[in-house]
């Protein structure tokens, strides 16, 4: 079962629980992979039980690892190597993109995105690359500016009028170097998590450090000591989280995937800070129902359930299931469904249409199409889409499927356009407007993509089911700028080619 899966535990305290329940496993993954129309299930206990030993987790962590220490030896890292650069923009013609005329690796398959500007990780002090997440944040003069997760620490850059960066500086690692650091912000701090052990949660404040005023030409090393407005591992036993989500109406963050595994009282859950004073970050308490979350989205409940109008509502994206909680009462919270899918692999990360109308949401899958799991069983990417009119009683009512062969990792939907970091593909651009009155998202397009890794463009299906290219993005700027954040090579600003490119 586990190697038809390609997870494989890691540690022999699991291994007696998987070979008792081996012949349960292949029962329910079998009936996951059999069906090609998507829908929603009931979780199956036994294999929950499974996902929350972390096995699945760790195989993954591992799988990328590999992954990148071979293209690392390889050379793919030295991002210094990718020496185009863009004067003005270049424009998205016949399909394709070329930084450097004739040169395959940095000619970019594209459609409706202009490129605007790239640099290497090692113009952002970094030279080993190894992007990982990012966010963006809006001065209130309406300046826009980009936070780089990287190996060493978080990088920022400016971009300007005309679409250029202008790095600014960088906020090292608290502990050591990490491939996993994820990045939001509240009002005008920077929240920064990582996998990396002892590295706690770092508060940054953009505006005091005067990130405004530095001159370019000479960019600032921050201090951990002297420049954080707070740090904070109070309730992470290792110091590690997954990822850091932050709602911003009610004032809290939240630290998810700590490890290790199954630490009491709070399972790898939901831990919530109060942030009414940053300068001092208050634990709450956290929300261990459901165990290990990857991601989640925690917002204000605005929509057709109303019933729970006004409440604290987090959506969790559980490794193998949507998981809907009330987080109001932070001591005692609650489950409101769980919700597992026809090719629950392992449930990744998703967003809300609207957080003004919570009726749909999407969802992604990081390992549905390396094991050819479910609809992603030809390897190409599905993006599920879940009806959630009713919090009690989701309903998976729909799918699209990827136009070249990839992974989906990250996205994010601003006024009925789903933005997606998928890997080896790049940016690719969703219109899933009709989705509110097609949950079957049968009307579903993608109207735009740029492919910044064109090592795999003439792979069987167009790319390769690996962890190479696009890690994550931010789609919220007002000039319309989306700026990308890649493993290997560095930084990416694009922009709608079309007069109508931006919905504001």
Same mark, same amino acid.
């Given at each position: 079962?586990?190697?038809?899966?390609?997870?494989?535990?890691?540690?022999?305290?699991?291994?007696?629980?998987? +070979?008792?329940?081996?012949?349960?496993?292949?029962?329910?993954?079998?009936?996951?992979?059999?069906?090609? &129309?998507?829908?929603?299930?009931?979780?199956?206990? +036994?294999?929950?039980?499974?996902?929350?030993?972390?096995?699945?987790?760790?195989?993954?962590?591992?799988?990328?690892?590999?992954?990148?220490?071979?293209?690392?030896?390889?050379?793919?890292?030295?991002?210094?190597?990718?020496?185009?650069?863009?004067?003005?923009?270049?424009?998205?013609?016949?399909?394709?993109?070329?930084?450097?005329?004739?040169?395959?690796?940095?000619?970019?398959?594209?459609?409706?995105?202009?490129?605007?500007?790239?640099?290497?990780?090692?113009?952002?002090?970094?030279?080993?690359?190894?992007?990982?997440?990012?966010?963006?944040?809006?001065?209130?003069?309406?300046?826009?500016?980009?936070?780089?997760?990287?190996?060493?620490?978080?990088?920022?850059?400016?971009?300007?009028?005309?679409?250029?960066?202008?790095?600014?500086?960088?906020?090292?690692?608290?502990?050591?170097?990490?491939?996993?650091? +994820?990045?939001?912000?509240?009002?005008?701090?920077?929240?920064?998590?990582?996998?990396?052990?002892?590295?706690?949660?770092?508060?940054?404040?953009?505006?005091?450090?005067?990130?405004?005023?530095?001159?370019?030409?000479?960019?600032?090393?921050?201090?951990?000591?002297?420049?954080?407005?707070?740090?904070?591992?109070?309730?992470?036993?290792?110091?590690?989280?997954?990822?850091?989500?932050?709602?911003?109406?009610?004032?809290?963050?939240?630290?998810?995937?700590?490890?290790?595994?199954?630490?009491?009282?709070?399972?790898?859950?939901?831990?919530?800070?109060?942030?009414?004073?940053?300068?001092?970050?208050?634990?709450?308490?956290?929300?261990?129902?459901?165990?290990?979350?990857? @991601?989640?989205?925690?917002?204000?409940?605005?929509?057709?359930?109303?019933?729970?109008?006004?409440?604290?509502?987090?959506?969790?994206?559980?490794?193998?299931?949507?998981?809907?909680?009330?987080?109001?009462?932070?001591?005692?919270?609650? &489950?409101?469904?769980?919700?597992?899918?026809?090719?629950?692999?392992?449930?990744?990360?998703?967003?809300?249409?609207?957080?003004?109308?919570?009726?749909?949401?999407?969802?992604?899958?990081?390992?549905?199409?390396?094991?050819?799991?479910?609809?992603?069983?030809?390897?190409?990417?599905?993006?599920?889409?879940?009806? &959630?009119?009713?919090?009690?009683?989701?309903?998976?009512?729909?799918?699209?499927?990827?136009?070249?062969?990839?992974? @989906?990792?990250?996205?994010?939907?601003?006024?009925?356009?789903?933005?997606?970091?998928?890997?080896?593909?790049?940016?690719?651009?969703?219109?899933?407007?009709?989705?509110?009155?097609?949950?079957?998202?049968?009307?579903?397009?993608?109207?735009?993509?740029?492919?910044?890794?064109? +090592?795999?463009?003439?792979?069987?299906?167009?790319?390769?089911?690996?962890?190479?290219?696009?890690?994550?993005?931010?789609?919220?700027?007002?000039?319309?700028?989306?700026?990308?954040?890649?493993?290997?090579?560095?930084?990416?600003?694009?922009?709608?080619?079309?007069?109508?490119?931006?919905?504001?």
């Amino acid at each position: 079962l586990l190697g038809s899966l390609g997870l494989f535990p890691s540690c022999a305290c699991i291994r007696s629980v998987v +070979e008792m329940k081996t012949v349960h496993l292949a029962f329910a993954i079998g009936a996951l992979s059999g069906a090609s &129309i998507a829908r929603e299930l009931e979780p199956n206990a +036994e294999l929950s039980a499974w996902y929350d030993t972390g096995a699945a987790h760790q195989e993954n962590m591992d799988h990328k690892i590999a992954q990148w220490e071979q293209a690392e030896a390889e050379g793919k890292f030295d991002s210094a190597q990718w020496t185009g650069r863009v004067k003005d923009y270049l424009a998205c013609k016949d399909g394709k993109v070329e930084l450097v005329k004739g040169d395959p690796l940095q000619t970019f398959r594209c459609k409706d995105l202009d490129l605007y500007d790239f640099q290497p990780h090692a113009a952002f002090g970094n030279s080993t690359g190894r992007g990982s997440g990012s966010w963006g944040w809006t001065a209130p003069n309406g300046r826009e500016f980009f936070a780089i997760g990287q190996l060493d620490g978080t990088a920022f850059a400016e971009i300007s009028k005309n679409g250029k960066l202008i790095y600014l500086g960088t906020l090292p690692y608290y502990s050591e170097p990490s491939r996993w650091r +994820e990045i939001k912000t509240y009002k005008h701090y920077l929240v920064v998590g990582s996998e990396a052990p002892g590295h706690g949660i770092q508060f940054f404040d953009l505006r005091k450090m005067k990130l405004l005023d530095i001159n370019p030409k000479n960019p600032v090393v921050f201090s951990n000591e002297k420049d954080l407005t707070a740090h904070w591992t109070e309730a992470l036993p290792l110091g590690r989280s997954h990822n850091v989500v932050v709602n911003e109406e009610r004032g809290y963050a939240v630290a998810v995937g700590a490890q290790p595994r199954l630490n009491l009282p709070c399972d790898s859950g939901l831990q919530f800070l109060d942030l009414a004073d940053i300068t001092n970050p208050v634990y709450l308490g956290c929300a261990a129902g459901d165990g290990y979350v990857h @991601d989640a989205q925690c917002i204000v409940y605005r929509g057709p359930d109303v019933k729970y109008w006004g409440r604290d509502i987090c959506y969790g994206y559980n490794e193998d299931t949507l998981t809907i909680y009330d987080v109001t009462d932070k001591n005692t919270t609650n &489950i409101i469904s769980r919700t597992s899918y026809d090719g629950a692999t392992y449930t990744h990360q998703g967003w809300v249409f609207d957080p003004n109308w919570q009726d749909f949401l999407v969802l992604d899958d990081e390992i549905d199409e390396r094991n050819k799991t479910g609809p992603a069983a030809d390897g190409f990417p599905v993006t599920y889409f879940w009806d &959630i009119r009713s919090l009690q009683k989701p309903k998976q009512s729909g799918i699209f499927k990827g136009t070249v062969r990839s992974v @989906d990792h990250n996205q994010f939907i601003h006024r009925g356009l789903s933005y997606q970091s998928n890997y080896g593909a790049g940016l690719r651009i969703l219109d899933v407007s009709s989705v509110r009155w097609d949950p079957t998202a049968k009307h579903v397009k993608e109207i735009a993509y740029f492919d910044i890794f064109p +090592e795999d463009d003439n792979e069987p299906g167009g790319g390769a089911n690996n962890y190479t290219g696009t890690w994550s993005h931010y789609p919220y700027f007002k000039s319309g700028y989306i700026v990308i954040n890649t493993i290997e090579r560095g930084v990416w600003v694009v922009k709608r080619s079309s007069p109508w490119w931006w919905p504001w």
